[in-house]
C-alpha cells in the first residue's frame, strides 16, 4: 500500500517558538493533500487543504498566519506552527489525496511547554 | 456543511458478542462513507467503504440512502477489534473528509 510519512513524529518545543512539520509520500505522486489536527479523545479536525503550487484553503478559525503551509512537490508539504502556545499542543495528521480516502501519515505529535 | 453523527463514544462488548457502530451523516448530492479504524499507537487505516461493498475482517457496513445512514457492523467481536472506529464521508465533487467524533471499541475477553 502508499506510504506516508511525517517528521517528526514527536516534538516538544518552547512556547514562542516555530515547529515544522513534514509529510512525505514516499511511493506515489498527489496533487492535493490535507493536514488535520487531533485533540486527545476527540476527532479530526480538518485545518487546511493545499494543492501542490498554489496557496492553501484554510478551515473557518484556523489562522493561516500562524500554520503555515508549503505544499512545494507532489511528494511534499509542510506545516509550519509559528509562535506556538501550550493550546497548539496535538496531533497532526496529514492525508495526500488517493482512491479510497486517501493515505494518511502515522501524525506528529506536538507538544509546546 | 458536512456532517457526521457517531452518537455513542464507547462501546463495551464481550468476546463473541455482535458489535454495532452507528453512523449518520448529511444528506448532500451523492456522497461517498467511509469507516476508518486506529489501533492503539498506529496510524488511521481505511477499514470499508461504502462503494466496494466488501466484507473486511468480519466487518461490513451498508448504506441506506433513506436513513443517511452507514452504521458498521460485526456479528463476534474479537479482542483484536478494540480500537477507536471513525465514520467519515467524503463530498461528491471534492476530497475533503469529514470525520464523525470517533467510537472507542473495548472488547472484554
Known amino acids: 500500500g502508499a506510504v506516508v510519512s511525517q517528521h517528526p513524529s514527536w516534538v516538544i518545543c518552547k512556547s514562542g517558538t516555530s515547529v515544522k512539520i513534514e509529510c512525505r509520500s514516499l511511493?506515489?505522486?498527489?496533487?492535493?493533500m490535507f493536514w488535520y489536527r487531533q485533540f486527545p479523545k476527540q476527532s479530526l479536525m480538518l485545518m487546511a487543504t493545499?494543492?501542490?503550487?498554489?496557496?492553501?484553503?484554510?478551515e473557518q478559525g484556523v489562522e493561516k498566519d500562524k500554520f503555515l503551509i508549503n505544499h512545494a512537490s507532489l511528494t511534499l508539504s509542510t506545516l509550519t506552527v509559528t509562535s506556538a502556545h501550550p493550546e497548539d499542543s496535538s496531533f497532526y495528521i496529514c492525508?495526500?489525496?488517493?482512491?479510497?480516502?486517501?493515505?494518511f501519515g502515522p501524525g506528529t505529535r506536538l507538544t509546546v511547554t | 456543511a458536512q456532517r457526521v453523527t457517531q452518537p455513542e463514544k464507547l462501546l463495551s462488548v464481550f468476546k463473541g458478542a455482535p458489535v454495532e457502530l452507528k453512523c449518520n451523516y448529511s444528506y448532500s448530492g451523492s456522497p461517498e462513507l467511509f469507516w476508518y479504524v486506529q489501533y492503539s499507537r498506529q496510524r488511521l487505516q481505511l477499514l470499508l467503504r461504502h462503494i466496494s461493498r466488501e466484507s473486511i475482517k468480519g466487518f461490513t457496513a451498508d448504506l441506506n440512502k433513506g436513513e443517511t445512514s452507514f452504521h458498521l457492523k460485526k456479528p463476534f467481536a474479537q479482542e483484536e477489534d478494540s480500537a477507536m472506529y471513525y465514520c467519515a464521508r467524503q463530498g461528491s465533487g471534492n476530497n475533503r473528509l469529514a470525520f464523525g467524533k470517533g467510537n472507542q471499541v473495548v472488547v472484554i475477553p
Open positions: 492525508r495526500f489525496q488517493g482512491l479510497a480516502g486517501g493515505h
Open positions: 493545499s494543492n501542490e503550487g498554489s496557496k492553501a484553503t484554510y
Open positions: 511511493d506515489f505522486q498527489a496533487t492535493t
